[in-house]
């Protein structure tokens, strides 16, 4: 079958479960899309999203496009419960050594976003263009050290909150 988030072709309450990864932002009418995942779910509805309001981790400084990306894109927490009905919205900390490709699994490990394969499996980095300059700096400051040194807090821990948030109906 073949359809869109905006108009599922499925009756109500058909599965007991559903869930959308990462995908929320790229759907033409959000609002719709979720309401139709509520009408097509029985059971809870999971949602592994972006906070737009979360303070933006390294990366920003570099390639500050990204941030007014997500602030145009994301929708925000309190939306869920609007278009879902009653939420509850838990973080979701990335491990150090993520191994999915979206946009923060990479926050301990800066290099790969020099890796233009890497960057290739990024919605942002596709929408948002040219990014030569700030990954230009960004090799540089890995070059000499300075990322290093700026975030040096970063590089001991096991898991960060890049703002990722898992909002489940109740």
């Given at each position: 079958?073949?359809?869109?988030?905006?108009?599922?072709?499925?009756?109500?309450?058909?599965?007991?479960?559903?869930?959308?990864?990462?995908?929320?932002?790229?759907?033409?009418?959000?609002?719709?899309?979720?309401?139709?995942?509520?009408r097509?779910?029985?059971?809870?509805?999971?949602?592994?999203?972006?906070?737009?309001?979360?303070?933006?981790?390294?990366l920003?400084?570099?390639?500050?496009?990204?941030?007014?990306?997500?602030?145009?894109?994301?929708?925000?927490?309190?939306?869920?419960?609007a278009?879902?009905?009653?939420?509850?919205?838990?973080p979701?900390?990335?491990p150090?050594?993520?191994?999915?490709?979206?946009?923060?699994a990479y926050?301990?490990r800066?290099?790969?976003?020099?890796?233009?394969?890497?960057?290739?499996?990024?919605?942002?980095?596709?929408?948002?263009?040219?990014v030569?300059?700030?990954?230009?700096?960004?090799?540089?400051?890995?070059?000499?050290?300075?990322?290093?040194?700026?975030?040096?807090?970063?590089?001991?821990?096991?898991?960060?909150d890049?703002?990722?948030?898992?909002?489940?109906?109740?």
């Amino acid at each position: 079958m073949q359809g869109s988030a905006e108009d599922l072709p499925f009756d109500d309450q058909s599965f007991d479960a559903s869930m959308a990864i990462l995908t929320v932002h790229h759907w033409a009418n959000q609002e719709k899309g979720l309401k139709e995942m509520r009408r097509v779910t029985r059971g809870p509805v999971v949602i592994l999203t972006f906070d737009p309001s979360h303070p933006w981790f390294w990366l920003a400084d570099y390639i500050p496009e990204l941030v007014a990306l997500d602030e145009a894109q994301m929708p925000v927490m309190t939306d869920y419960a609007a278009w879902l009905g009653s939420v509850e919205i838990s973080p979701v900390p990335i491990p150090h050594d993520c191994s999915d490709g979206f946009l923060s699994a990479y926050w301990r490990r800066p290099a790969a976003y020099l890796d233009p394969n890497i960057r290739a499996a990024m919605s942002s980095f596709w929408t948002v263009g040219d990014v030569s300059e700030g990954l230009e700096k960004l090799a540089r400051d890995l070059e000499t050290g300075a990322w290093a040194q700026r975030y040096a807090e970063l590089l001991n821990l096991d898991a960060y909150d890049c703002g990722y948030r898992l909002a489940t109906t109740t």
